[in-house]
């Protein structure tokens, strides 16, 4: 079992940085496969970024070269770092934890972009 908070979510400025935190507890974070989704109003819930058990990463096309996950298995804690944010890149932001057939979620964080 795992549970995840998310937090560092807020209000910035379009072209701002963010810098998003997810805390893990339970057991053998390590070997998860960590992502953060994000959720538009009236949108399907989308991949942002992963990051496997070995610090691969992918990230969505829409936040190359952005945005940056990390992942810190001491602390048992994963990462978004997010720059140069646009007005789309507004939404409630989860964190993801994946093994094989177990899958957990976070309460999500609100990050909002103004224009």
């Known amino acids: 079992q795992v549970q995840l908070v998310e937090s560092g979510g807020g209000l910035v400025q379009t072209g701002g940085s963010l810098r998003l935190s997810c805390a893990a507890s339970?057991?053998?974070?390590?070997?998860?496969?960590m992502g953060w989704y994000r959720q538009a109003p009236g949108k399907q819930r989308e991949l942002v970024a992963s990051?496997?058990?070995?610090?691969?990463?992918n990230y969505a096309d829409s936040v190359k070269g952005r945005f940056t996950i990390s992942r810190d298995n001491a602390k048992k804690a994963v990462y978004l770092q997010m720059s140069s944010l646009k007005p789309e890149d507004a939404a409630v932001y989860y964190c993801?934890?994946?093994?094989?057939?177990?899958?957990?979620w976070g309460q999500g964080t609100q990050v909002t972009v103004s224009s």
């Open positions: 990051i496997t058990s070995g610090s691969s990463t």
């Open positions: 339970g057991s053998f974070f390590s070997i998860y496969t």
């Open positions: 993801n934890a994946r093994r094989q057939l177990h899958e957990y």
